[in-house]
T-cell receptor, first 112, second 113 residues
């Protein structure tokens, strides 16, 4: 059973469209991070959310942390081909130390 | 560039062999983490070291071991390699930032033939 459920697994959209990726769990997170990974490279940290209800914006990307700290979402406005990649949510679970639990990832393809 | 370095970038070896993967954390980071990424399992936590001592263990096989040296670099040793060990191996490091943010290296792609 996957501790962190991420959806959708695949997303193929046209340039200019909006999209949302979801990350859910039955566990409470102490913090949650979103990463973007390109093929053959390491994940690159996009944002960290810590406070329930928190919203952070990074240009066209909006990250939200659920009030109960069990879920998060990533919304991309007016997607561009450069947004193509694997988006991963990762969480620290209370009382499980420093390790990150990763979702399965969302493979995003933005076509021009 | 995350500041985390890993060598080698690629490694091709045969079943039964032993390899060593090396990681240097970001300057000032005391924690090092190792993760394995395969197509069917995604990113899986293997082990964490903090200032030279093992801090947490994940789904790490007994054939695998790691250590962190006084200069804080870390090595992951994989022995009696099997075909299923073929994967990307990532090292990450963290400092004392908010939410214990981890920064990943470029990875080592291991292919076992």
């Amino acid at each position: 059973t996957q501790l962190l459920e991420q959806s959708p697994q695949f997303l193929s959209i046209q340039e200019g469209e909006n999209l949302t990726v979801y990350c859910n769990s039955s566990s409470v997170f102490s913090s949650l991070q979103w990463y973007r990974q390109e093929p053959g490279e390491g994940p690159v940290l996009l944002v960290t959310v810590v406070t329930g209800g928190e919203v952070k914006k990074l240009k066209r990307l909006t990250f939200q942390f659920g009030d109960a700290r069990k879920d998060s979402s990533l919304h991309i406005t007016a997607a561009q081909p450069g947004d193509t990649g694997l988006y991963l949510c990762a969480a620290h679970i209370y009382n499980q130390g420093g390790k990150l639990i990763f979702g399965q990832g969302t493979e995003l393809s933005v076509k021009p | 560039d995350s500041g985390v370095t890993q060598t080698p970038k690629h490694l091709i070896t045969a079943t039964g062999q032993r390899v060593t993967l090396r990681c240097s954390p970001r300057s000032g980071d005391l924690s090092v983490y190792w993760y394995q990424q395969s197509l069917d399992q995604g990113l899986q936590f293997l082990i964490q070291y903090y200032n030279g001592e093992e801090r947490a263990k994940g789904n790490i096989l007994e054939r695998f071991s790691a250590q962190q040296f006084p200069d804080l670099h870390s090595e992951l040793n994989l022995s009696s390699l099997e075909l299923g060990d073929s994967a990307l191996y990532f090292c990450a490091s963290s400092g004392a930032g908010e939410g214990n943010e981890q920064f990943f290296g470029p990875g080592t792609r291991l292919t076992v033939l």
